[in-house]
Every structure is written in structure tokens, then in C-alpha cells.
């Protein structure tokens, strides 16, 4: 079993009860598909660990902005978090209201800004003194004001890939203490500004509770000397389990900042992506060609680096499956390895799968967070599909695959 939802049935891959293969009948791959069902089991996780924390849940669009995905997660009350105006524009089309979404990123053009007063959204996460001004002016053009938080560096080690930590000296994120306490003690100098937050992110992906502990234990001693500062923005950072390794679980990540905020009258606020859909989504494809080359046996699927970019970018581990299982069949060690030209276009390295045939389909897993967001057309690849695979087994379209018509017009 894969998950509750994610598993096989008499050896054919299902998704709530669906199995796969049989919906590929003319469809063409790769794909991405999502389990609904599995969405609503992470979010009712998420929001059972935390209630007695009385937290408030923004998902972040960046690690899934498929706007099938964002209507479920506003359906089940969470707000939204983005970082782009491109995002604002999906998180508003989604249908949640601009009070509903938190504007984050450390390099907010003025237009973007103005996006985000006109829109009136919730709150504004600041990471640099210049774009306070910015954004107090422009409120104040639109005879606004508008509600922030300042992203805290709180100078802490995360214990994850040094590609996905935010939180340490020399990150590009956030502000330094001392540019932190100077913009909080100048506060009456931001008349369009109510600076009622801090919001620390020092990770993704985080493989214990440390890196966030030391983080909240810093941001209180300054939000202590700031009556005004009512929030703690916490961002994301809870892990997927791509492999068997135990990582801290939601119930763990609550009960380690309990003790520490419980003494503070301060509201929380969190921004979970990945955690929320990674093992919802899967990459289904379909093997092209078969070569031994250098003692290895290599198997050459239709997907690439172009449509999932973690394993080039990261070295991340993803398991491969493959749709219909065959335990009578030898297993057999395989590197799995896209058409894209260039060497690290590996999607799994020296995997067990039963021996394959040319035509087989396989699935890549836990591919539902930074995997559809981060692929791009390299090679001129046109994107592809992603499909929702609803809690009653029902299965549609919820973005078609890129047309090589709309890819050219565009060049
Ligand atoms: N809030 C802030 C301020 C963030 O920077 C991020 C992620 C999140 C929330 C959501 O974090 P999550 O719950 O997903 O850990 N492309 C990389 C991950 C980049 C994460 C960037 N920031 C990957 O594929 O692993």
C-alpha cells in the first residue's frame, strides 16, 4: 500500500478505488494525477494537529497552483498563500476573497504590490525596508491600509537540503534583526501600515522540529517588546515521507511549539504546501525504449526533467511503481532516464521494478508538490495534463496537456 487512497487492487495501481491504466486508453503521457481524497486526509490531519494551537492555515500556491487543487483546499477553509502576481490572479480565480491570501516573496515589483492593494489582501509579508516604503505609498495613492508582516531571518540552521533552507545568516530572505527592531520602532512612520505580524519560514522539507523551534523562540523575543505584533506567521516546512525514514509528523511539529507559544497570547498562522498535496499526485508514464549501456540496464521513459525537475535539481529520491504489478515476474535493477537532452535528465537511479516490457506504464510518487509547478518547456516539451481523481473514483481533466499549437504561437 502507497496510502489509503494511492494503492493497488489486484495488482493494478488505484487511485480511490480507480484503477489507472484503463483511463489511458488514448490519453497521452506523462500526466499527472491527483487523489482528492488524499488531499482532504492530509488537510483533516493538519487541522486536527493544530486546534488546540487555534491556528489559521494559508496553502501555499507555489507547491500546487492547479486551480482544481485550490477550490477543494478554500471548499475545506484554508486561505491561500502566494508569491507572485501570477499567483494572486490563480488564488483570486480559485474564488478565495483577497482577505483570504497572504502576498509573500522577497522581490515584489511595484506592480505586484499595487496588485495586492487593489485586491485588498489579507496580509503583506515584508522582507526588505525599501518595500515597506513602497507599499505604505502605494496604500496610501489607493487611500488604503494595508495589514503586514515582517519575514523575520532568524539566523537559524533547518535540518534539510541546503537548497530549500531559508532561515540561516546568509539566505536571501527576510530581514536581519537589527533592520527588523529598526522598522518596528519606526512604525509611525508607515501611516498606511499596520504592522501586526512576523512571519519566519526557515525551511522545507524539514526532517525534525529544531530549525522551527529556534526560529519561534527568536521571533518571540521580539514580538515580547511589540504589543502590536498579534501574529506569528510560521510558514511551511512539514515533510513528505518520500522514503522510509521516520520524519516528524504534524502532531509532532504542534506539540514541540505548544510549550513554547502557549505562554504568549499571540494567533498562529501557517503556510503548508507540500505536505498538504506531495503524496496526492503521481507522474504516470510510459516506457519508450530499453538499453544496457555500461552494465546498466536503462529504461527510457516518455517523462523528463521537464515535467518534474526535483530529482535533476535536488537529487531527490522519488519511487517509481509500475501501474500493473507482476509479482510472478524476476525483478530487475533499472536507472529510469528521460528523453531530455542532457545527463542529469535521470528520474530514478538503480530502482527494483518487475522486468519491463517497451509499452509498460510506470508511476512516479509523491510528485503532487513542486512537480506540475516547476516543469517547463525545455526541449519545446509541451506541458502536461493533470487529471483529479475525485474521492468516488470519478476521474477528469482538470488541465489539459499544452497543445503544440499554443507552444508555437507563443516562440
Ligand atoms: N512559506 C514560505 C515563505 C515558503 O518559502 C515556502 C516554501 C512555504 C511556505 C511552503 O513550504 P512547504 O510547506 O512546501 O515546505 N521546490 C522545492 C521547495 C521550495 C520551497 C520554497 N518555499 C522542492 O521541490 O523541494
Known amino acids: 500500500m502507497i496510502n489509503e487512497s494511492i494503492r493497488y487492487y489486484e495488482d493494478q495501481l488505484c487511485v480511490s478505488g480507480m484503477a ?6 488514448e490519453q497521452v503521457t506523462p500526466l499527472y494525477l491527483y487523489s482528492a481524497e488524499r488531499i482532504t486526509h492530509n488537510v483533516n490531519a493538519l487541522q486536527k494537529a493544530f486546534a488546540s494551537l487555534g491556528a489559521s492555515f494559508h496553502f501555499s500556491v507555489k507547491a ?5 487543487i485550490l477550490r477543494q483546499l478554500v471548499s475545506m477553509g484554508m486561505g491561500l498563500d502566494v508569491v507572485s502576481g501570477g499567483e494572486l490572479l490563480a488564488a483570486l480565480k480559485s474564488g478565495v476573497s483577497g482577505e483570504q491570501i497572504v502576498f509573500a516573496g522577497v522581490g515584489k515589483t511595484p506592480s505586484e504590490l499595487e496588485l495586492a492593494v487593489t485586491h485588498g489582501v489579507g496580509w503583506v509579508n515584508i522582507e526588505n525596508v525599501a518595500e515597506c516604503h513602497l507599499l505604505n505609498q502605494l496604500a496610501g495613492k489607493h487611500g488604503t491600509s494595508m495589514r503586514v508582516a515582517l519575514r523575520y531571518n532568524p539566523e537559524v540552521q533547518a535540518n534539510t537540503h541546503p537548497n530549500i533552507a531559508t532561515g540561516h545568516k546568509y539566505a536571501k530572505f527576510g530581514l536581519n534583526r537589527d533592520a527588523l527592531l529598526n522598522l518596528l520602532n519606526q512604525a509611525h512612520a508607515f501611516p498606511h501600515l499596520h504592522i501586526e505580524g512576523l512571519h519566519v519560514h526557515v525551511g522545507s522539507q524539514l526532517e525534525d522540529t529544531q530549525g522551527t523551534q529556534d526560529g519561534i523562540r527568536k521571533a518571540l523575543e521580539i514580538a515580547e517588546q511589540f504589543p502590536q505584533i498579534h501574529t506569528l506567521n510560521l510558514g511551511g516546512g512539514f515533510p513528505t515521507a518520500y522514503d522510509d525514514r521516520p520524519y516528524p509528523t504534524y502532531h509532532d511539529f504542534a506539540q514541540s ?22 503524496d496526492s499526485g503521481i507522474l504516470v508514464t510510459q516506457v519508450l525504449y530499453l538499453k544496457e549501456q555500461g552494465g546498466i540496464n536503462l529504461v527510457v521513459v516518455d517523462a523528463s526533467m521537464t515535467e518534474l525537475m ?14 500493473l504489478n507482476a509479482p510472478e515476474k524476476r525483478r530487475v535493477r533499472y536507472t529510469v532516464v528521460g528523453p531530455v537532452c542532457e545527463s542529469t535528465d535521470v528520474l530514478a537511479k538503480e530502482v527494483m521494478l518487475p ?20 516543469s517547463n518547456n525545455y526541449n519545446l516539451r509541451p506541458r502536461p495534463a493533470e487529471w483529479m481523481v475525485e474521492a468516488d473514483g470519478s476521474a477528469r481533466v482538470v488541465r489539459p496537456r499544452q497543445s503544440f499549437e499554443s507552444l508555437i504561437a507563443e516562440l
Open 20 to 25: 489507472i491504466q484503463p483511463l489511458l486508453h
Open 64 to 68: 500546487n497552483s492547479n486551480l482544481a
Open 257 to 278: 511549539m505548544l510549550p513554547l507559544l502557549r505562554p504568549h497570547n499571540l494567533h498562529l498562522m501557517l503556510e503548508p504546501g507540500r505536505s498538504i498535496v506531495a
Open 310 to 323: 526535483r530529482p535533476a535539481l535536488y537529487g531527490a529520491h522519488h519511487q517509481v511503481v509500475p501501474l
Open 355 to 374: 522486468d519491463i516490457q517497451v509499452g509498460d506504464y510506470l508511476a512516479i510518487l509523491d510528485v503532487g508538490a513542486y512537480g506540475m509547478v516547476m
